[in-house]
């Protein structure tokens, strides 16, 4: 019987309640790792997303496809709910090989396309403790315990690479922020971590099928494609499964410290390991953003998928 890749390793996914941190903590249980699944919403209760998915369902999707999936309701912005988490991850397992940053749940915060003067300010900076307060102080605390032994991964999931965002303004001066800091991160990370032999990548996605952006577009996974009707170009998008499986390849890769502090997509990870989204597609969004939908020509994913 052949060993899976992560077999014993503990990983931490913070933000894992759906979308891409939800799918990050499948794919790494399916590598065979032991998974922690946080964020706020939980059958106990919602958070202010009002959304129906659950850290438990996450959990329960890990185990099912073969590791182990735990399930802990956190909010990642009061420091003793991770210094606790931290704290029974330690007592639990003794360690933690990687650590998922992937907490936001800001976007209905966020006033989009409208100039600074028009943007409400506690909307704004809440959005901003959201992206960028949680991610430090939940490496605050989990740091101490990943660099215990040498290996360990931070990846910091955001939205763009750190080369598209800085040629493209991302339609509010807090999304804009928050997601070129996200990346920034990384990179500091990195250089924290590498004296330990740790290593911090961000990683994005392209186009994201989360359940929101599915609802939003009325569509379901099994359709999806109809969501061309209202936008062309919707037919580069992926699922979060593939983003899942780029995490799931780093953390497997033994000469992972290639990548310390550098800013990738999923679809660029995709060309150097070889994986696939479920569909056997290797959608490759941001090369797609840059040479199709910046330049203004007509949706055709020839090529990019």
Same mark, same amino acid.
């Given at each position: ?10 990983? =931490? ?82 360690? =933690? ?105 961000? =990683? ?102």
């Amino acid at each position: 019987m052949t060993t899976k890749p992560l077999t014993g390793k503990v990983t =931490l996914v913070a933000g894992a309640t759906r979308g891409a941190g939800r799918q990050i903590a499948v794919q790494l249980g399916a590598a065979g790792a032991t998974v922690y699944a946080t964020g706020r919403s939980s059958r106990a209760g919602r958070s202010e997303l009002d959304r129906p998915e659950t850290i438990e369902e996450t959990a329960d999707l890990v185990t099912a496809a073969g590791g182990t999936g735990i399930a802990v309701r956190v909010d990642h912005l009061v420091a003793d709910e991770v210094r606790a988490l931290v704290e029974r991850i330690d007592a639990e397992q003794g360690r =933690l090989d990687v650590l998922v940053n992937d907490i936001w749940g800001a976007d209905p915060l966020i006033t989009w396309e409208k100039p600074v003067w028009e943007q409400p300010l506690d909307g704004g900076f809440r959005t901003l403790r959201l992206a960028i307060d949680t991610h430090i102080i939940t490496s605050h605390y989990a740091f101490p315990l990943l660099i215990r032994q040498p290996g360990g991964l931070v990846v910091e999931v955001g939205d763009g690479t750190t080369a598209y965002n800085d040629a493209n303004y991302r339609l509010s001066v807090f999304y804009d922020l928050a997601k070129v800091s996200v990346n920034r991160l990384a990179f500091s990370w990195g250089h924290e971590l590498k004296p330990h032999g740790g290593t911090a990548v961000a =990683l994005t996605p392209g186009w994201l099928r989360s359940e929101a952006m599915l609802e939003h577009f009325g569509v379901t996974e099994e359709n999806w494609r109809a969501g061309a009707a209202t936008d062309p170009h919707f037919l580069i998008s992926e699922t979060p499964a593939f983003i899942g499986r780029a995490v799931a390849a780093l953390a497997a890769d033994e000469d992972r410290a290639r990548w310390n502090q550098a800013s990738v997509s999923a679809g660029e990870l995709a060309q150097v390991y070889g994986f696939t989204d479920v569909d056997g597609s290797q959608p490759d969004a941001y090369r797609y953003f840059t040479e199709v939908v910046e330049a203004g020509k007509q949706a055709d994913v020839t090529g990019y998928r």
